[in-house]
């Protein structure tokens, strides 16, 4: 097994915590829509949106970066899919079972959602992460076949038509799905093996990739200001306000790349702090599962009285707080998860499974 390196891991862990920022800001009725009248508070919660929306587009840079030169494993691929499941289904039985969810008013499709989260996007961003995963043999092989130029053209061929033409048109394209399904993953995941495979060339310095996060983010603060000002004055492209918040806007893509390329520059250290943080990484995957359940994503805001608070210190002090709470419940579950898991795979050893899945492992690979 490679030894996981305390930079990334750290990466990961913040790129979590980011995601849990966003749903923090979205799910607790923080955020007005940006078609509203916003004041001072408003746009500082605005700009704590702008700088975690690189989260998810960081979280598959991040498994394009080691996925690119490894082998497809079926073992992890299910062990994804079961782990999925267990958020799914049997989390929301447990917590009906205690009395603190109420089962009893489900629905036909509630139970569909829960039962078969991956076809019914319980999940949007597992069933577009599995579907990368299993596009991984396929794309690895071409990855490995071309040169640099090719790769570069490859990556910007697949990014341009989803980020870059949307962000400079005045227009909403049909196709454009905000960065919300697996062909953007594909494109993350382009860019993230040339970083792998050729450096990071402009982004080398922590200080260079920390100005190009920073001024992405501004950027999409900024353009967020400039689309609600037009909208105000004209009452016009109510459908384009909040433009550069998608995931694949240009702007969203550059602080991306540049936040990432910042951990990337970063020494993967040696001490206490860095052997926690690699401890800790690998449950990380379980906090979103949790608090995005469809059972519970909208009631951890109201369990922690998530609000609109009355000034920007109040608005930061809150957010820390309530999202280490839910990355900290997040990762604890998780943990338990895994020792659940890890003696149901000792059951499994004697049997023909472990035989079964290599072999099929040796096939694709």
Not at 119 to 143: K, Q, S
Not at 240 to 264: I, K, M, P, Q
Not at 332 to 340: A, N
Request: one cysteine or more.
């Amino acid at each position: 097994m490679k030894k996981r390196q305390s930079n990334f891991e750290a990466l990961r862990l913040a790129a979590m915590a980011l995601v849990v920022t966003l749903h923090y800001l979205s799910k607790g009725n923080i955020l007005l829509p940006m078609t509203s009248q916003l004041g001072m508070l408003d746009w500082a919660a605005y700009i704590l949106e702008a700088a975690a929306i690189v989260a998810v587009n960081v979280y598959v840079l991040l498994t394009g970066y080691f996925m690119c030169q490894s082998r497809f494993r079926l073992g992890r691929l299910l062990q994804i899919v079961l782990q999925v499941w267990f958020y799914s289904l049997v989390i929301p039985l447990i917590l009906g079972a205690v009395g603190i969810l109420e089962l009893s008013g489900l629905t036909t499709y509630d139970w569909l959602m829960l039962i078969f989260p991956l076809n019914m996007e319980h999940y949007w961003f597992m069933t577009a992460y599995v579907l990368l995963v299993l596009l991984t043999p396929l794309l690895n092989r071409a990855i490995a076949a071309m040169n640099q130029k090719q790769l570069a053209m490859a990556a910007i061929l697949v990014t341009l038509p989803q980020s870059l033409l949307k962000s400079v048109l005045p227009v909403t394209f049909t196709t454009d799905d905000n960065g919300y399904g697996v062909l953007w993953f594909v494109a993350l995941y382009l860019i993230a093996a040339y970083l792998r495979k050729y450096g990071l060339g402009f982004l080398s310095t922590k200080g260079r990739a920390a100005l190009v996060y920073l001024a992405g983010v501004l950027a999409v603060w900024a353009g967020g200001v400039a689309m609600n000002r037009i909208y105000l004055a004209t009452g016009r492209f109510s459908d384009r306000v909040s433009l550069t918040y998608g995931y694949n806007h240009v702007f969203v893509l550059a602080a991306s790349v540049g936040l990432f390329c910042l951990f990337a520059n970063l020494r993967s250290g040696e001490g206490r702090m860095s052997r926690l943080i690699v401890r800790l990484a690998p449950y990380s995957l379980g906090v979103y599962l949790l608090h995005e359940n469809v059972l519970i994503r909208y009631q951890w805001p109201v369990w922690l009285n998530v609000g609109m608070p009355g000034s920007v210190l109040q608005l930061l002090t809150e957010w820390v707080v309530k999202v280490a709470i839910v990355m900290a419940v997040g990762l604890g579950v998780d943990f338990l998860r895994s020792l659940l898991f890890q003696a149901g795979g000792k059951l499994l050893e004697h049997t023909p499974v472990p035989g079964l899945l290599r072999k099929m492992d040796e096939a694709v690979n």
